[in-house]
């Protein structure tokens, strides 16, 4: 079963009430993930990539970097190590999982079309192998649709059965389809609050926005990679460590406002995590199992 990751700025219209309640002297439970006994993902992670359909080099090397730094540790504070830093607290004072770039794989010339279907993900997801611990994840083009993009998810990640089973996970640029409902905040959203947009960290509306959903999905696939980790609600259609901050980047997010973020004084691009080669990621909040709350890195 894959779980699905909705647009940041969405759940946030539809739960406004609890950040409206942060202002009065109500108090909130604190949201709490539930750990259902399941395998989770600690150690080296494997993360392979499939890419389906036209990318540049300078987009594909603005991803590769995001997954270097998650491991890294290089870049000045607030950098994106820091950030996947809070997955080692799901691991009950295990070895948190180390992200490692593996194998890459281009497809360039749509072998499926450009209109995929759920199992077209999970046969390309397969070319990355059966790897244990490994993640594969599926990078589509732009120019490609697939089910449920910009209906009802950015992206996804989920697993197989049977004794070839892996982790995989999917994530679509939304520049052309979509960009206010899946690259927000570096698009007006389609409806809501309608606040001017931020200016992408690495100058690419639909890549700066895959970035922050394959952080959600990669957050969610190693403390939920089988469906019976870390969520909250049901299996079907679970809050996971990132998508139970639904709309936060910093301190002080409301809906339609991402909070409040570093800001380059040359390019005006706002962002919150350094990474290697001297990057920026904008990098959504994760839920803490520690405090039972979303932490931000600014």
Same mark, same amino acid.
């Given at each position: 079963? =894959?779980?699905k990751f909705l647009p940041s700025f969405l759940p946030l219209i539809l739960c406004a009430s609890f950040y409206a309640s942060m202002a009065v002297l109500v108090q909130e439970q604190p949201l709490v993930l539930k750990y259902h006994n399941g395998a989770l993902l600690k150690g080296t992670v494997t993360v392979n990539l499939i890419w389906y359909g036209t990318f540049t080099p300078?987009?594909? $090397?603005?991803?590769?970097?995001?997954?270097? $730094?998650?491991? $890294?540790?290089?870049?000045s504070s607030p950098n994106a190590a820091l950030w996947w830093r809070t997955t080692e607290k799901y691991q009950s004072g295990g070895a948190g999982p180390r992200v490692v770039v593996g194998r890459q794989f281009m497809d360039? #010339?749509?072998s499926f079309g450009k209109s995929l279907k759920n199992s077209n993900i999970i046969y390309l997801a397969a070319r990355g192998g059966h790897g244990i611990g490994a993640v594969n994840v599926v990078l589509t083009a732009k120019d490609v649709t697939v089910d449920g993009f910009c209906m #009802?998810?950015?992206?996804?990640?989920?697993?197989t059965r049977g004794a070839a089973r892996f982790a995989y996970a999917w994530v679509g640029n939304s520049e052309t389809q979509c960009p206010g409902y899946c690259a927000w905040p570096f698009h007006q959203p389609i409806y809501g609050p309608q606040t001017p947009p931020l200016v992408a960290p690495n100058g690419d509306v639909g890549v700066d926005g895959m970035v922050i959903n394959l952080a959600a999905v990669l957050a969610g696939t190693v403390t939920n990679p089988y469906n019976n980790g870390y969520f909250q609600g049901p299996p079907t259609a679970p809050l996971e460590a990132v998508t139970a901050c639904p709309g936060v980047f910093g301190t002080g997010a409301y809906p339609g406002y991402a909070g409040n973020l570093l800001v380059d004084k040359t390019?005006? =691009?706002?962002?919150? =995590? #350094?990474?290697v080669n001297g990057r920026r990621f904008l990098l959504p909040a994760m839920w803490d199992p520690e405090t039972s709350q979303c932490a931000t890195l600014v």
């Amino acid at each position: 079963m =894959a779980a699905k990751f909705l647009p940041s700025f969405l759940p946030l219209i539809l739960c406004a009430s609890f950040y409206a309640s942060m202002a009065v002297l109500v108090q909130e439970q604190p949201l709490v993930l539930k750990y259902h006994n399941g395998a989770l993902l600690k150690g080296t992670v494997t993360v392979n990539l499939i890419w389906y359909g036209t990318f540049t080099p300078t987009q594909r $090397s603005v991803i590769v970097d995001f997954l270097d $730094s998650l491991s $890294s540790g290089k870049g000045s504070s607030p950098n994106a190590a820091l950030w996947w830093r809070t997955t080692e607290k799901y691991q009950s004072g295990g070895a948190g999982p180390r992200v490692v770039v593996g194998r890459q794989f281009m497809d360039e #010339n749509y072998s499926f079309g450009k209109s995929l279907k759920n199992s077209n993900i999970i046969y390309l997801a397969a070319r990355g192998g059966h790897g244990i611990g490994a993640v594969n994840v599926v990078l589509t083009a732009k120019d490609v649709t697939v089910d449920g993009f910009c209906m #009802n998810r950015c992206g996804t990640h989920g697993s197989t059965r049977g004794a070839a089973r892996f982790a995989y996970a999917w994530v679509g640029n939304s520049e052309t389809q979509c960009p206010g409902y899946c690259a927000w905040p570096f698009h007006q959203p389609i409806y809501g609050p309608q606040t001017p947009p931020l200016v992408a960290p690495n100058g690419d509306v639909g890549v700066d926005g895959m970035v922050i959903n394959l952080a959600a999905v990669l957050a969610g696939t190693v403390t939920n990679p089988y469906n019976n980790g870390y969520f909250q609600g049901p299996p079907t259609a679970p809050l996971e460590a990132v998508t139970a901050c639904p709309g936060v980047f910093g301190t002080g997010a409301y809906p339609g406002y991402a909070g409040n973020l570093l800001v380059d004084k040359t390019t005006g =691009a706002s962002y919150n =995590a #350094n990474g290697v080669n001297g990057r920026r990621f904008l990098l959504p909040a994760m839920w803490d199992p520690e405090t039972s709350q979303c932490a931000t890195l600014v």
